[in-house]
């Protein structure tokens, strides 16, 4: 069965939260889409500003990972929809670049760049209020970069 959202936007990436609550879209106008999957309503919409390649939800759904061609992966919270960190230094041009959680207790980011990688992490300290210490690991031209932590 398909089912109409009622929503005129494209959609270019998804991701479904592992409890089966939140759709998380984003679409070719720089948009990132949160519904309630469960109701199927939309329950809120954020501008970015920038073109956005791709999107994961953290398995206990607090959390939106969202990279964007601009050479950022941006860390938002589910529920008051504030930036909690931002990653940056990947460059994205011609390929889609994309950003995940990895590791025990997803403790850290990765994401994968073009070209070589220029070492931008935003150091501003904010620790996750789920006390996580956010590892930001970077791919590029087949290296692995150790690019910071909070």
């Not at 398909?2 to 948009?31: F, K, M, N, Q």
């Not at 199927?40 to 970015?48: A, F, H, Q, S």
């Not at 398995?59 to 941006?74: N, W």
């Not at 070589?116 to 791919?139: A, F, I, M």
Request: aromatic share 12%; proline share 2%; with cysteine.
């Amino acid at each position: 069965m398909v089912y109409d959202w009622g929503r005129p936007h494209r959609i270019e990436a998804l991701a479904l939260s592992s409890d089966g609550r939140l759709l998380v879209a984003t679409d070719t106008e720089c948009h990132l889409h949160v519904y309630n999957f469960i109701t199927r309503e939309l329950e809120y919409e954020m501008d970015l500003k920038v073109k956005l390649t791709s999107v994961s939800i953290t398995k206990d759904s607090k959390y939106i990972l969202v990279s964007k061609v601009d050479g950022e992966a941006r860390l938002f919270s589910v529920e008051d929809r504030k930036s909690i960190r931002t990653f940056a230094g990947q460059k994205a041009g011609n390929f889609i670049i994309r950003s995940a959680f990895g590791g025990a207790d997803e403790s850290f980011v990765i994401s994968g760049s073009e070209g070589t990688w220029e070492p931008r992490v935003d150091q501003l300290g904010v620790q996750s209020p789920n006390k996580n210490r956010w590892l930001y690991l970077h791919l590029a031209q087949r290296k692995w970069f150790y690019c910071g932590e909070t």
